[in-house]
């Protein structure tokens, strides 16, 4: 790697320069700790998890790199003191175990417009009720308002994935069912959370 070399000279600026030299050398030992580790691990199944750290490292020496949107970011949008926006849920997509898929689930309300009949609907999209000390969850199915004319295609088209269900939706057409499902979460390997909305 390369060093800053040292000038003759401020005795300040040798010492600031000695401590860049010494935070560059911190880094590289990381990165150097991280692939010796992903050489021990070569035959074990966390050398993707190893790879993806020392890949981290790495660019974490040349810039600062945070996302745009992820799960911290929403949470700290939902609980900022400075917003004017009542924001009151994050909503996330969950991917279950195995087959890495968007998790989907069902629900089920009693509509009473003329005879009683059932109305079955599916969602990926989730906001989070309660979460017991064993991950047992209460998941509350969240739902877009169809236009009137030509519903049943949009339900067709929106029951294949997340992206489908959500793309090109208003916000505000992001809706609370309050029909919810109970499951594990420790049935699941990743989540991808939504901006913070306001749905009531």
Wanted: net charge negative; hydrophobic share 30%.
């Amino acid at each position: 790697m390369n060093r800053r070399r040292l000038k003759r000279g401020n005795p300040w600026e040798m010492s600031d320069m000695m401590d860049v030299a010494g935070v560059e050398d911190e880094k590289e030992d990381e990165v150097e700790e991280l692939m010796d580790e992903m050489d021990h691990h070569k035959s074990k199944v966390d050398c993707v998890c190893d790879t993806v750290k020392a890949i981290a490292a790495a660019q974490d020496e040349v810039m600062d790199d945070c996302c745009d949107l992820n799960c911290d970011r929403a949470i700290k949008e939902l609980l900022d003191p400075t917003g004017d926006n009542n924001l009151d849920s994050v909503p996330f997509v969950l991917y279950c175990k195995g087959d890495c898929k968007p998790f989907k689930g069902y629900g089920t309300k009693i509509e009473t417009n003329e005879e009683a009949h059932f109305d079955c609907f599916s969602s990926f999209i989730f906001r989070v009720k309660e979460v017991d000390d064993n991950c047992c969850a209460r998941l509350e199915l969240l739902r877009v308002n169809e236009e009137p004319s030509g519903s049943e295609d949009g339900c067709k088209k929106r029951d294949k994935d997340p992206c489908k269900q959500l793309d090109g939706v208003r916000v505000s057409d992001l809706t609370r069912t309050h029909v919810c499902i109970t499951v594990d979460l420790n049935d699941f390997n990743g989540i991808t959370c939504l901006p913070a909305v306001n749905l009531d």
